[in-house]
């Protein structure tokens, strides 16, 4: 987006659009699609869904195939799950796949918002930097984002969760065995683990940390998307719908 290229982390976003594709290439694509499964979470078992979203609108995703397909919406109030109910997991890595399936090109929305604070165990530079999701209805607060400053794509990213199934807790992710495909670079496997709360401050105040007697076991799992194919031209936002008067 234009007004980027004269901040100090513009160079880099612009290197990580190329090294993706570009984001021309991006936005010829109304629609993504592919078989997501999760590997160990919940409780080490397999979580597998096709997914369908349009890449411009932020307001839904599909989920599942056949008389099996439903929409869940991203906007409104999350289901007031138990973290440890399987529903609760599902709502979120749905909520999540939304963000990460391409964090490159999610984040060439205009309403993030950019910022060079470190964490620690990081250095001041400007291929380390947060990106805000803003209003946007993203499960996690913000993205810290490792660029690598020769390829250009991501070694990894830090995030910490608002969502129910995690809340206030902090992971990190790996991006896996990239594919061309249609123009664009996809990561098709993304490994994720729970960083040390500690260790990790946004803005120069340490995240809340989720330590205590009932702190739950560390969590880990991997994403993998299969299948994915892209559908060319824009989606039509999906109408508004009335609220009722009281």
Known sequence: PSGLASTPVGPTL???????GGIDAWRRHGKACASMVVVGEPHGQKLERTIRFCT????VIEAGSGGDLRELDLVHQYHHF???DPRSAEDYHLRAARFFFH????ISDTRWRFRLDVIDG?????HQFWAMPGDLPS????YYLFVNPDSGLLDRVVYQVSHPRFAGRIFSVEFKDYRWINGIQIATAMR???A???RVKTGGQPVPSSSGPQRPSMASWVVRFNEVTFEEGACEEPAEEEVPAT
């Open 56 to 59: 411009d609108i932020w307001n």
């Open 14 to 20: 612009d290197k990580l659009w190329a090294a993706y």
């Open 82 to 84: 138990d973290p440890d």
């Open 196 to 198: 040390a709360a500690s």
């Open 139 to 142: 499960p996690h607060l913000g």
């Open 103 to 106: 964090l490159p090109f999610a």
């Open 122 to 126: 990081s250095d001041s530079s400007p």
């Open 192 to 194: 994720h683990s729970e």
